[in-house]
């Protein structure tokens, strides 16, 4: 009887142990599956972030673009209307010049 009982012992603390190695096993392959995930989430997180930093340079990039193009119209825009504005102005300054370079001196009032 002792032995019946010293045999039913082993099987329970071999059992358990089976449970215990089965326990592991399941852990082993949830942590695996944890990291893995994890792993794919930082990837994936990662290339969303060098996504959203590009699509911002190139926003920024664009902004500065526009900003140049529309500085470069206002500069010339207002070149043209200084060029207008002293046109004629400009033209009596030059009909002068000549008028001094071609005139002879007696005829010069």
């Known amino acids: 009887m002792q032995k019946v009982v010293l045999d039913e012992i082993i099987k329970a603390e071999k059992a358990a142990e089976d449970i215990i190695q089965q326990a592991r096993e399941k852990a082993a392959e949830i942590i695996a599956a944890a990291e893995a995930e994890y792993n794919q989430t930082m990837v994936l997180a990662k290339e969303e972030s060098q996504k959203k930093v590009l699509d911002s340079v190139t ?23 200084f060029l207008e504005k002293s046109y004629e102005k400009s033209e009596e300054i030059a009909d002068s010049i000549v008028e001094m370079l071609v005139k002879p001196e007696y005829e010069k009032e």
Request: glycine share 0%.
């Open 59 to 81: 926003s920024a990039k664009q902004k500065a673009e526009n900003k140049l193009a529309d500085a470069v119209k206002e500069a010339e825009d207002e070149n043209l209307v």
